[in-house]
């Protein structure tokens, strides 16, 4: 695969597995949660845009409320976005009103106007 060994990875749903779980940092061998949205925001913006659920996912496991509602809000702003794991736009819109109702704070400092 040309895009490399991790895009291949976030390609076929695997980085997760890569990752290891949040208690597997690096000591645990597990990669670090800043590496993984590194790298998925890298793949989202240079190879696959349809990933951005991916990325919104990984922000809000990683408690980067902010930047996973910003993520979800450009997702909801595109009207031409279909999820590739069968989420509908409701499904995405409950899982945005819950991050905003439960973290207001971190959602309008990431830019989320709610007027």
């Given at each position: 695969d040309s895009l490399g060994p991790v895009c291949a990875l976030l390609k076929r749903g695997k980085l997760y597995d890569a990752a290891g779980s949040d208690n597997d940092n690096v000591h645990g061998g597990?990669?670090?949660?800043?590496?993984?949205?590194?790298?998925?925001?890298?793949?989202?913006?240079?190879?696959?845009?349809?990933?951005?659920?991916?990325?919104?996912?990984?922000?809000?496991?990683?408690?980067?409320?902010?930047?996973?509602?910003?993520?979800?809000?450009?997702?909801?702003?595109?009207?031409a976005y279909l999820s590739p794991r069968g989420t509908t736009r409701h499904e995405m819109w409950l899982r945005f009103a819950e991050v905003a109702t439960e973290h207001p704070l971190e959602v309008r400092r990431a830019g989320v106007d709610f007027n």
């Amino acid at each position: 695969d040309s895009l490399g060994p991790v895009c291949a990875l976030l390609k076929r749903g695997k980085l997760y597995d890569a990752a290891g779980s949040d208690n597997d940092n690096v000591h645990g061998g597990g990669m670090p949660p800043e590496t993984i949205l590194r790298i998925t925001r890298r793949y989202v913006h240079s190879f696959d845009p349809s990933a951005r659920e991916l990325l919104a996912d990984l922000c809000l496991q990683h408690e980067r409320w902010g930047e996973g509602s910003v993520t979800l809000v450009s997702i909801l702003n595109d009207a031409a976005y279909l999820s590739p794991r069968g989420t509908t736009r409701h499904e995405m819109w409950l899982r945005f009103a819950e991050v905003a109702t439960e973290h207001p704070l971190e959602v309008r400092r990431a830019g989320v106007d709610f007027n």
